[in-house]
T-cell receptor, first 117, second 113 residues
Framework: GAVVSQHPSRVICKSGTSVKIECRSLDFQATTMFWYRQFPKQSLMLMATSNEGSKATYEQGVEKDKFLINHASLTLSTLTVTSAHPEDSSFYIC?????????????FGPGTRLTVT | QKEVEQNSGPLSVPEGAIASLNCTYSDRGSQSFFWYRQYSGKSPELIMSIYSNGDKEDGRFTAQLNKASQYVSLLIRDSQPSDSATYLCAVRRGGNSWGKLQFGAGTQVVVTP
C-alpha cells in the first residue's frame, strides 16, 4: 500500500504556543489530504479536508483560525495548532488519497501525539 | 440513525477460528467500502477495499459486500493473537469522487490463545 509519513510523532508544548505537524505522501501524489483527531477510546473525528492548492474545508465545530491547514504541494500538508491549550491534547492523524491513476483508497499516517502542558 | 453501524464488541475469538465482523450503512449512494485495522495507540491501517457486490479475498481476510442489503462484512480466517485490534468499517459515496469517509465506531476483536 501507499505510504504516508507524519512528523513529529510526539510533541509536548506549553500552553499558548503553536505547533506544526507535517504530513507527507512518500510514494504517490496526494490530491486530497484529511486531518483527523482522536481522543482516547473514542472514534476518529474528521477535522478538515484539503485539496492541493485550495483552502481547506473544515468540519462543523472545528475552528479554522486555530487549526491552520496548508496543502501547498501534492506530497505535503501541514496542520498548525495555534495558541494550543491543554484541551487540544490529542492524537492527530493525517490521511491522504490520490487522484487519477490512484490510489483511490485513503491511507493514514502514523499520527502525532500532542500534549499541551 | 448513524450512517455506519458496527457492533462495538468486544468480539472474543479463539485462536485459529474465524472472526466475523459486520457493518451496515444508511446511504444508498455509497459505492466504496473499506476495512481498517487500528491497534491501540496507533493509526488506522487499510486492510481491505471493496467496490462491487460479492466477495473479495486477500490472504486470511475476506470482505463481502451486499449493496441491496446495505451490508458489508469482514471475515478473518485462522485468527491470530496479532489480529487483536479494533476494526473500522468505512464507507464513501462515489467511486472515484472526492467524498469523505464515514467511519463506524469500530469493533474490538480479541483473539484468545
Amino acid at each position: 500500500g501507499a505510504v504516508v509519513s507524519q512528523h513529529p510523532s510526539r510533541v509536548i508544548c506549553k500552553s499558548g504556543t503553536s505547533v506544526k505537524i507535517e504530513c507527507r505522501s512518500l510514494d504517490f501524489q496526494a490530491t486530497t489530504m484529511f486531518w483527523y483527531r482522536q481522543f482516547p477510546k473514542q472514534s476518529l473525528m474528521l477535522m478538515a479536508t484539503s485539496n492541493e492548492g485550495s483552502k481547506a474545508t473544515y468540519e462543523q465545530g472545528v475552528e479554522k483560525d486555530k487549526f491552520l491547514i496548508n496543502h501547498a504541494s501534492l506530497t505535503l500538508s501541514t496542520l498548525t495548532v495555534t495558541s494550543a491549550h491543554p484541551e487540544d491534547s490529542s492524537f492527530y492523524i493525517c490521511s491522504a488519497r490520490g487522484s487519477a491513476g490512484g490510489p483511490y483508497e485513503q491511507y493514514f499516517g502514523p499520527g502525532t501525539r500532542l500534549t499541551v502542558t | 440513525q448513524k450512517e455506519v453501524e458496527q457492533n462495538s464488541g468486544p468480539l472474543s475469538v479463539p485462536e485459529g477460528a474465524i472472526a466475523s465482523l459486520n457493518c451496515t450503512y444508511s446511504d444508498r449512494g455509497s459505492q466504496s467500502f473499506f476495512w481498517y485495522r487500528q491497534y491501540s495507540g496507533k493509526s488506522p491501517e487499510l486492510i481491505m477495499s471493496i467496490y462491487s457486490n460479492g466477495d473479495k479475498e486477500d490472504g486470511r481476510f475476506t470482505a463481502q459486500l451486499n449493496k441491496a442489503s446495505q451490508y458489508v462484512s469482514l471475515l478473518i480466517r485462522d485468527s491470530q493473537p496479532s489480529d487483536s485490534a479494533t476494526y473500522l468499517c468505512a464507507v464513501r459515496r462515489g467511486g472515484n469522487s472526492w467524498g469523505k469517509l464515514q467511519f463506524g465506531a469500530g469493533t474490538q476483536v480479541v483473539v484468545t490463545p
